[in-house]
């Protein structure tokens, strides 16, 4: 079996959906780190079946709205002499501010540079947002 | 108070800042001359970024029948536009100038970014894209009065391009307000009602809704029938506003169907579906909801000026 060591200092974003681990890894803009980062694919879990994690032997500011877009279910522990001392719990942010972009093409973002890209949330469900500009709905983790 | 408001979609408003200005709206029907010199002094910038014929004439009517003068341009290649002007720079230059701004533009959700950088203008949308066009609803709403006297407990038929139809998404997010609504929604498949309206205006209010491909079998329940024009400039693709802009045309044959107090609206211009010898019948009243556009956009001026 394949041996990942525990972090001393850091955090551990586990029950990342399958395939989101890699999107997630790039977001963080962990591939840039010059600390030790590890990604897991593939891992086995009894609730999700395969589920991806990352150990960042660091500690970074995370984006909970970008995470929570992804999965609220995804948790983060907060790692100090290789204990676990604070977890976080994520929720479905209400609004998302330049966090995803409009994919209308006749969305006015698609011109104006200064505009943030605005969504809230229509349905905590299906987890699916609203442009506040021009309302196309998108569900986030799906695209 | 609808002073230094924004109308950017029907929703800015109350159902009783609606009443307000809708009560002033027949006033200004009823006697447009006691108003011709409320607005002497005041500016109004008129920016399209598309082209008009009856929204842009009508709002620079209505501000001369007010007294007051009209700044602005009718196609972006006249100003800094063309340079590559962003939204937000031009609506604060036009601020400097005008006293109220309407603005046309064929990107969804443009005078919205445009209202965010105002201090004090009022500033009203008039159509971006395909989705909003509240000055036409105020112009559908205040023909609905004056002719049937209420907006509630009635049956509305829109037929056409619903899914581009900027004037049908403002108009059913304005009658989501009202009880009694029973909409019929006729479409070809691939023009219906986008998402946001079916899931979060429709459903969420819980109004009766019907969506069909024929016209005839709803006609003689509808109070009003909505025509709609499938619309070239929507389309990224040719061939498909080749294959659906003739699906359906409304004709002196069809209007046999209809009842005899169901009226034929339309937000105008027209290529053809509704056959020009439809116009000699009494129901239809789309020239005269034209000419109503024009008392509303009065009366949306005042109120927003602040000046009843």
């Not at chain 2, 029907?29 to 002094?41: D, M, R, Y």
């Not at chain 2, 842009?56 to 029948?65: D, G, H, P």
């Not at chain 2, 020009?276 to 109503?292: L, M, S, T």
Request: proline residues 5%; aromatic residues 10%.
């Amino acid at each position: 079996m394949l041996q990942i060591t525990s972090i001393e200092k850091g955090i551990v974003i586990d029950h990342i959906p399958g395939g989101f681990g890699m999107k997630l890894f790039h977001y963080l803009k962990l591939d840039k780190a010059d600390y030790t980062v590890a990604l897991i694919i593939n891992a086995f879990s009894q609730k999700m079946g395969r589920k991806d994690i990352i150990k960042i032997n660091n500690v970074i500011d995370l984006d909970v709205n970008f995470l929570g877009l992804i999965n609220p279910d995804i948790t983060i522990n907060i790692i100090e002499n290789g204990a676990i001392v604070k977890k976080l719990q994520l929720t479905v942010p209400e609004r998302v501010v330049n966090v995803i972009q409009c994919k209308n093409p006749r969305c006015v973002t698609s011109i104006e540079s200064y505009a943030d890209h605005v969504f809230h949330l229509v349905d905590p469900a299906k987890r699916s947002y609203r442009c506040d500009y021009c309302d196309d709905i998108v569900i986030p983790h799906t695209v | 108070m609808l002073k230094g408001r924004h109308l950017i979609d029907p929703s800015d408003f109350t159902r009783e800042e609606f009443r307000e200005l809708f009560d002033l709206a027949h006033k200004v029907v009823k006697n447009p001359e006691h108003f011709k010199k409320s607005c002497e002094g005041k500016i109004l910038a008129t920016l399209f970024y598309e082209p008009s014929t009856r929204t842009r004439f009508s709002f620079e009517a209505a501000m001369l029948r007010l007294g007051g003068s009209i700044i602005g341009f009718s196609e972006p290649n006249s100003s800094s536009v063309s340079k590559g002007e962003s939204i937000s720079d031009t609506i604060r230059t036009i601020e400097c100038y005008a006293d109220i701004a309407v603005m046309r533009h064929p990107k969804e959700g443009a005078p919205r970014v445009a209202s965010q950088w105002l201090t004090s203008m009022p500033l009203i949308n008039a159509g971006d894209g395909g989705h909003q066009h509240p000055t036409q609803t105020l112009t559908d709403i205040l023909t609905v009065e004056l002719l049937k006297g209420n907006v509630e407990n009635r049956v509305y038929g829109f037929c056409g391009d619903l899914k581009f139809g900027r004037t049908v998404h403002s108009f059913i997010k304005f009658l989501s307000k009202y009880k009694g609504i029973k909409l019929i929604l006729i479409s070809p498949e691939e023009l219906r009602v986008p998402e946001y309206i079916r899931e979060e205006i429709i459903k969420k209010n819980n109004i009766e809704c019907i969506e069909a491909d024929k016209m005839e079998p709803y006609m003689g329940e509808m109070d009003f029938l909505y025509m709609t024009r499938v619309q070239r400039e929507r389309f990224f693709n040719e061939e498909d506003y080749i294959r659906l802009r003739d699906r359906f045309i409304l004709d002196k044959e069809k209007m046999k169907y209809a009842g005899p107090e169901t009226y034929i609206l339309h937000p105008l211009p027209r290529v053809n579906e509704i056959s020009i010898e439809v116009d000699e019948d009494p129901r239809a009243q789309y020239f005269q909801q034209a000419k109503n556009g024009m008392y509303v956009r009065m009366a949306l001026i005042l109120k927003l000026l602040g000046i009843y």
